[in-house]
């Protein structure tokens, strides 16, 4: 309804500002002592930067929205179960980057997106350091930092800048097919492949027409919730590695400018198996 719409838009000023604050607490923490641990695997990193900057978001959006749900990284590794309901969710990643933010490698973003009815409203992503604020919102277009976006219009592949990711999970069959799925899209040839090491700000390009394409096998909701809704709202698609729909648990993306290079990395990609998001531990 129109006053429900409403109601989001006002949630969604919360969301920007919330961003805005959590990326100022980045900033500051990077310059300071970071402790690191790891979670899955020795490369899945986490600090106390990331465990604070997710309260501090948490507790902000639960204090002005307190019936909403909250799905975030790292509350999920505390043992929070990761399920979308219909109720109003916001998906939350606090630090996307923590391996670039340990090195102090200037590719750090907060990301927050927001669902009722299982279906995103809105999307933010704050790129802490340069102070680069990415929105959307269902319907209404997709800005940085209030200039609208679009997508790439590129249809041809062998001109396209392909962005990747490669997660914490480094076994040699993981690396081997992931290694391979590279080659793959090397030898087609296109332009080029990046990995910058934040699946959020690698969308935020797709959807800012300064790359073509983007694919990932092992991400997880809170890296594509708000970043798949800016890239649809910039005019592009946002699937399955299948060709399906996008399913926000399933731990996998192809994001494109254009359907035909979408279909094309559909068809050349091997698939990597993860989990859901929503598994039960
Ligand atoms: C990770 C980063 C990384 C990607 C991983 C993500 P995090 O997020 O986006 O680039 O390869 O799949 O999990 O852990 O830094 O928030
Ligand atoms: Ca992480
Ligand atoms: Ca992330
Ligand atoms: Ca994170």
């Given at each position: 309804s129109d006053t429900e719409a409403e109601s989001w838009a006002e949630c969604l000023d919360v969301a920007v500002r919330t961003a805005l604050r959590a990326g100022q607490m980045v900033r500051v923490s990077v310059m300071q002592e970071k402790r690191v641990s790891s979670k899955?695997?020795?490369?899945?990193l986490v600090t106390e930067a990331d465990q604070h900057v997710e309260e501090l978001i948490i507790s902000t959006l639960r204090e002005k929205f307190p019936s909403h749900r909250f799905i975030g990284e790292e509350s999920s590794a505390a043992g929070e179960k990761c399920v979308l309901t219909d109720n109003p969710t916001w998906i939350i990643?606090?630090?996307?980057g923590t391996c670039n933010f340990v090195h102090s490698f200037p590719m750090v973003a907060v990301s927050i997106g927001f669902a009722v009815k299982k279906q995103l409203e809105f999307g933010v992503i704050y790129h802490?350091?340069?102070?680069t604020l990415y929105t959307g919102r269902r319907g209404h277009g997709a800005f940085c930092n209030g200039v609208r976006l679009h997508v790439s219009k590129e249809k041809d592949v062998s001109k396209a800048l392909i962005l990747t990711e490669i997660g914490a999970k480094r076994d040699p069959l993981t690396l081997d097919v992931f290694l391979g799925n590279m080659k793959q899209l090397l030898s087609t040839p296109v332009h080029g492949v990046r990995i910058i090491g934040s699946s959020t700000l690698a969308l935020c390009q797709v959807a800012s027409g300064a790359a073509e394409a983007y694919y990932q096998y092992g991400l997880h909701c809170w890296d594509i919730a708000a970043a798949a809704l800016i890239i649809t709202e910039a005019g592009g698609c946002v699937i399955d590695t299948t060709g399906g729909p996008l399913d926000l648990m399933s731990r996998r993306v192809v994001a494109a400018g254009s359907q035909e290079i979408a279909d094309y990395i559909v068809q050349q990609l091997k698939p990597i198996s993860y989990g859901r998001d929503d598994d039960d531990p």
């Open positions: 899955s695997t020795p490369t899945d990643d606090p630090i996307d802490c350091f340069d102070g």
